[in-house]
């Protein structure tokens, strides 16, 4: 009971630390970029990285976390196809409009049940594919207007969709097969994340945006949001680790739409953005979506759990039985002596009441 509470209770956190690290950032780098001007994203996303990888640095030689080293094939991979995955997500939104980056973002999720189901054998139950369509519609309905398709565009939205989607399920797989923490795997990754954005986002950032990132004037400002962008960027890499790690890739987008919802209601609020009963409906439906799911999965997971419960008691039992000579004696020693067979019986049914 203690384990199955602790486990809710870092889960439940986790959630809430993803969401209000992810609103956070995403209203100071709405400020930075909109209001200051630094509009090179996939740099700042590399500065992000390096001071997280710094920031746990610290963390480990003060030893709140052991160092776990394992398979470095396995984390340069990972690493790297992660710093490619935020690249290509950043060319997608520069090379196609809001509205069909918008539908870049929903096709991560049916693309992720997809990889799962297939290489994974993982299965998703009819409750929760249809709480995922009611939440992919209502974020749909919230989000997307225009939808202009252009070939270049629609090729880099594939491959950002296909490489965030094997992304995250490594996040998650890795943490289980190799049995290491999120901040373990985080700590690892980070430097080949940020190694492969900082070489290639003046680049990116460049051909996005026609400036150059090393060119740009930094006024006392524009640095004061850059290094508080950073450091709030700490607590959102940390959390999404460790989102995908406790629950699954598929959850994590779930909480991705649910901080969409957020940030235009704040950005309503805050910064007095457009806002239309379009939004508001299209963010009660997600809503619902994302109860719907919120329900099926818990269910699912305790109904599951029952079931290991009962078949571990069920082998413990079956243990016993094998285990016990004076059943073995009583069912297959061949015992003829009345007196001896009741003295066994006698035994049988003390035991089964001390049981």
Known sequence: MGEGGGFQLGT???LSL???????IVICNKALMSSLGFIFATTLTSWHLLVTF??????????????????????????????ISIGLLNLSLGF???????????AIIPCTVFLETVFLAKKFSRSIQLSLT???LGVGIATVTDLQLNLLGSVLSLLAVVTTCIAQIMTNTIQKKFKVSSTQLLYQ????????LFVSGPFLDGLLTNQNVFAFNYTPQVLIFIVLSCLISVSVNFSTFLVIGKTSPVTYQVLGHLKTCLVLAFGYVLLHDPFSWRNIFGILVAIVGMVFYSYFCTTEGQQKAREASSNVLQISQVKDVES?????????????????????????SNKDLHA
Request: net charge negative; proline share 3%; charged share 15%.
């Open 12 to 14: 439940v956190g986790a």
């Open 18 to 24: 993803s969401v209000v690290s992810s609103v956070s």
């Open 54 to 83: 710094c920031s746990l640095h610290v963390a480990l030689l003060m030893k709140l976390f052991e160092h776990k080293p394992f398979d470095r094939k396995a984390v340069m991979g990972f690493g790297v196809l992660n710093g």
């Open 96 to 106: 196609n409009s809001v509205g069909f980056y918008q539908m870049t973002k929903l």
């Open 134 to 136: 009611i939440l992919l």
């Open 189 to 196: 990754s980070a430097p080949y994340q940020a190694l492969t």
């Open 324 to 348: 016990d000579p004076l059943i073995r004696d009583e069912t297959g020693a061949g015992i003829n002596d009345d007196g001896a067979a009741q003295t066994a019986q006698v035994w049988s």
